[in-house]
């Protein structure tokens, strides 16, 4: 990217060379000095008492849900017995569920203005390509997100027959109010374009990507731990072959001490969970190579 100094052959006649210019200096920004940048984009992009009215916000609204869910997990692990890991999995995944209706229903306004989309052409296409696929559309909703970003998205979200569809009001052109002197707000693209983009999302919901990418994640997640911990006993046992078992053990009972390791899981646990097996089994398995 940064030897790209010219409009690229490739991207001719898709963007002009000052677009170009631009989201190469923001792409290499964004390399180099990523979080600066977030902070910067913060604070600038918005106005003083903005900014810290939306920390102020988020503070108080992390303490009300973390202060309860910590609660319920320290009084899970204490009274949860031997499988209390079952029930903190049972926790998350319902803290996860209400978090993906109450976040879009009561959390996110209070930091954006969700405002329901205008009767018009723009509003009768999408409801027209929502019935086509028989998408149940429930309400459409403009959100305020130029106050923070000249950044352009749209969203779907909800269960069952109540779903929401989301513009950004930098998607829609001609919908954010031009200010004197600023030429970047004239942006957004036109109805058949808005509707190409929610033709996109639309496929992810009739593909279902949102669950199989879930499910594909956690299948990922439980293979890479095995043939972790796979890798971890093949090296045990090579180690063992050499003729070092005994000085192996010793070396991993040391580390397990100087690094304070627990020492007894579950094994069902242990083989979702820990890429390195726990120390016992490992012991056990390099008694059995002897």
Not at 16 to 25: G, P
Not at 67 to 83: A, E, H, Q, S, T
Not at 200 to 206: D, M
Not at 249 to 267: I, M, S, V
Request: hydrophobic share 40%; charged share 25%.
């Amino acid at each position: 990217m940064s030897r790209l100094i010219d409009l690229p052959k490739s991207v001719e006649g898709l963007m002009a060379k000052d677009v170009y210019e631009k989201a190469r200096a923001y792409a290499l920004d964004r390399n180099s000095f990523g979080i600066v940048q977030d902070i910067y984009s913060k604070i600038f992009n918005t106005t003083t008492a903005f900014f810290i009215k939306d920390e102020i916000k988020k503070f108080v609204v992390s303490q009300i849900i973390a202060l309860p869910l910590l609660c319920g997990m320290i009084w899970i692990v204490k009274n949860g017995g031997d499988y209390f890991f079952w029930y903190l999995w049972i926790l998350s995944v319902v803290v996860s569920l209400f978090m993906m209706i109450l976040y879009p229903e009561v959390i996110a306004p209070l930091f954006d203005k969700y405002s329901p989309l205008p009767d018009g052409e723009l509003k009768q296409k999408i409801e027209e390509l929502a019935a086509s696929l028989k998408f149940p559309l429930y309400k459409l909703f403009i959100v305020e997100g130029s106050k923070r970003s000249s950044h352009s998205n749209a969203y779907l979200y909800g269960f069952h027959k109540h779903k929401r569809i989301v513009l950004f009001d930098t998607l829609i052109k001609g919908y954010c109010k031009k200010d004197d002197g600023d030429s970047d707000k004239d942006c957004g693209c036109e109805t058949n374009e808005i509707l190409a983009v929610l033709a996109h999302e639309l496929g992810h919901w009739k593909h279902n990507h949102t669950l199989k990418g879930f499910l594909l994640s956690q299948i990922f997640n439980f293979v890479s731990v095995v043939i972790s911990r796979r890798f971890e006993f093949q090296a045990d046992e090579f180690a063992t072959r050499l003729g070092h078992g005994e000085a192996l053990k010793a070396a991993l009972l040391k580390l397990q001490k100087d690094n304070l390791g627990y020492p007894l899981f579950d094994k069902l646990y242990s083989s979702w969970h820990h890429s390195h097996p726990p120390i016992i089994e490992r012991l056990e398995v390099i008694d059995k190579k002897k």
